[in-house]
């Protein structure tokens, strides 16, 4: 069998080698490739219209040929037919044919194939099971913005259904005039989406706050899926109530089960674990949470760097007040020191000796604090499971002023940058604001050596680090408290490539920051004078990934910027603990 399409508007010829060959002239050979009368066509064009996941389809390809005034077939040709010349081209020119399955998980085969009579066409309707869909309405695909990042476009990322333009030739071996050429034959081939039914239920065990009243973390999957409706109960209503939105409100403390089953298909459900908790509560912030928000109890953190577990405590129907603080273990780590977040909440701070792949299980409590009707004996720990990654920052390699701690205590500063006593392993850098009424000042670190220059040779690689995500954090410590408490104050990091697609033309840092070509995650700072881990957000994206955009694609010195936003003049910064971690 001939596979005709990888991807959309790919032109692929299928050539049978039917001519036959005799050893001269003198033997008077005459191949069989011969017909004395043309192909014509009765109609303009083949319509099919199949849908999604319906098995394999077959398309005559003679259909409405015609030769000698007779339809056209195997068995009525006088001779052998070859049908060649495939064009395919999809209406929906963003539209990437998907592949069916091959012989091993890297293979796939197209989804038109030539059947070995060599006049039908077949089509593996079940490759589109992924690539049409009824009611996802996504568009996230077929632009980018400035960074490489992919946007909308204003069209269905898996549209409902996908038309062919297909043309061939016809050839039963009719000999044409010097210069004619056979008509193509063409096929209007459409696939369409069937609906997405429900597969499969999910439900998260949850905790709510007697008084206080939570969505369920429940959903249908496929997430698509056209009809997505829910319907929910629960075990013990005294302990926890729920309505038909999935609103679940607790009413006394104590456990219960959640039963969530898809209106589409009842035999679908899935049961949860409702914990009904004291009016106070604790939460840990900055733990890994799913899709649905739901947390997992875990979190990833660098080598090499401070460990950080943000605690923030919550009250129902009543308000936070004074001072808290909390208890701080590890079975695998060493606490160090407890940090506010300028609120009622706080970090904890552990020294980190533990290597790539490593854990420790990092539990907090209530250590004294207002919590109204609850007894500070009810107030729930909260524990969380650390692992290592690897921290680049930790590796420099070769860089200048020899090794580096965490890349920071290198030389080549602007001038508003100096390194002082006083960081978490001895040594920060302070930046001092200098903006002289600008939105912003910053300081950035300029080595031009290629070679010895740490950000060069990760972000700026040219098609080796296109690609690549990255995310990044740093502890800071604020020198002062903003002016106000209502005061925004943003630190921002940023690596800016000297060339690129669109480098050209950009004067200076400057030019290069305002012609959009810099790579910027970005932290609002807490209002507290205590050391805090700032762990950056791609403002882009919402998540902490930043990927190498596709327009860094030359070898180029990279800089690293530090930005500070709604600093006072000659209001300071210290910076300790950079960690740059590759997401695989």
């Known amino acids: 069998m001939n596979n005709l399409l990888k991807k959309t508007a790919i032109v692929t010829a299928v050539s049978v080698a039917l001519i036959g060959c005799g050893s001269g ?37 003679l259909e409405g040929a015609m030769v000698n005034g007779e339809a056209l077939t195997l068995e009525s040709s006088t001779s052998p037919i070859h049908i060649r010349d495939f064009s395919f081209s999809a209406r929906n020119d963003e539209f990437i044919t998907p592949q069916a399955e091959g012989l091993s998980n890297n293979q796939g085969i197209s ?60 050839d039963n071996g009719f000999e044409l005039a010097p210069g004619q050429e056979h008509p193509t034959r063409s096929l209007v081939l459409t696939i369409n989406a069937i609906t997405d039914p429900v597969t499969s239920v999910q439900a998260f065990d949850m905790n709510v706050a007697s008084g206080d009243t939570t969505p369920m973390l429940s959903a249908t999957l496929p997430t698509y899926a056209c009809n997505s409706n829910l319907t929910f109960e629960i075990a013990d209503e005294t302990t926890a109530s729920v309505d038909e939105s999935g609103n679940v409100t607790g009413n006394n403390k104590g456990e219960t089960t959640i039963t969530v089953t898809s209106e589409e298909n009842p035999e679908l459900s899935a049961s949860a674990t409702v914990n009904v908790t004291p009016g106070f509560n604790l939460a840990i912030t900055n733990q890994e949470f799913n ?43 060493t606490f160090a020191n407890e940090e506010s977040d300028g609120s009622f909440g706080a970090t904890g701070r552990f020294l980190n000796g533990l290597a790539t792949g490593e854990s420790a299980t990092i539990t907090v409590g209530l250590d004294n604090g207002y919590t109204g009707a609850t007894s500070i004996d009810d107030v729930q720990e909260q524990m969380v499971t650390v692992t290592a990654e690897r921290n680049y920052a930790c590796e420099p390699g070769e860089i200048p002023n020899g090794p580096s701690d965490l890349l920071l205590n290198a030389g080549g500063w602007g001038a508003n940058a100096t390194h002082v006593a006083g960081g978490l392993d001895g040594t920060a850098l302070q930046i001092t604001s200098n903006n002289d009424g600008a939105q912003f000042a910053n300081t950035t670190r300029q080595v031009w050596n290629q070679n010895n220059n740490f950000h060069a040779a990760t972000f700026g690689r040219g098609d080796a680090s296109i690609g690549r995500t990255f995310k990044f954090s740093v502890w800071a410590k604020l020198n002062q408290l903003p002016a106000e408490s209502t005061d925004e104050i943003k630190l921002e990091h940023t690596i800016l490539p000297w060339l ?85």
């Not at 943000?310 to 208890?327: C, E, F, M, R």
């Not at 070898?555 to 695989?584: C, H, K, P, R």
Request: net charge negative; glycine share 10%.
């Open 111 to 170: 989804p038109f194939i030539v059947a070995d009579d060599g006049v039908t066409l077949l089509v593996l309707t079940d490759a589109y099971a992924q690539a049409l869909r009824m009611c996802d309405t996504t568009d996230v695909r077929g632009a980018t913005d400035a960074d490489g990042n992919p946007t909308g476009n204003g069209s269905r990322d898996f549209p409902t259904s996908i038309t062919y333009d297909i043309s061939y030739v016809v």
């Open 500 to 584: 690129c697609d669109g480098c050209d033309g950009l004067t200076g840092f400057p030019g290069r920051y305002e012609g959009g070509v810099v790579g910027t995650v970005t932290a609002e700072l807490k209002h507290t004078t205590d050391w805090q881990l700032v762990e950056f957000i791609n403002p882009l994206t919402g998540t902490m990934e930043w990927t190498v955009p596709s327009n860094w694609n030359v070898a180029t010195a990279a800089f690293q910027f530090w930005d500070l936003y709604g600093f006072a003049n000659g209001d300071s910064i210290m910076l300790d603990n950079y960690s740059i971690v590759e997401v695989e």
């Open 25 to 61: 002239t003198d033997e008077g050979y005459s191949h069989k490739f011969k017909n004395d009368y043309s192909v014509e066509y009765s109609t303009d064009s083949i319509n099919v219209t199949y849908d999604e996941v319906s098995g394999i389809q077959q398309v005559n390809l």
């Open 291 to 333: 899709d649905l928000g739901a947390p997992l109890g875990t979190k990833l953190v660098p080598t090499c760097s401070a460990i950080g577990v943000s605690v923030k405590p919550t009250i129902v129907a009543d308000t936070l007040s004074g001072d808290y603080h909390y208890t701080w273990m590890s079975d695998n780590a």
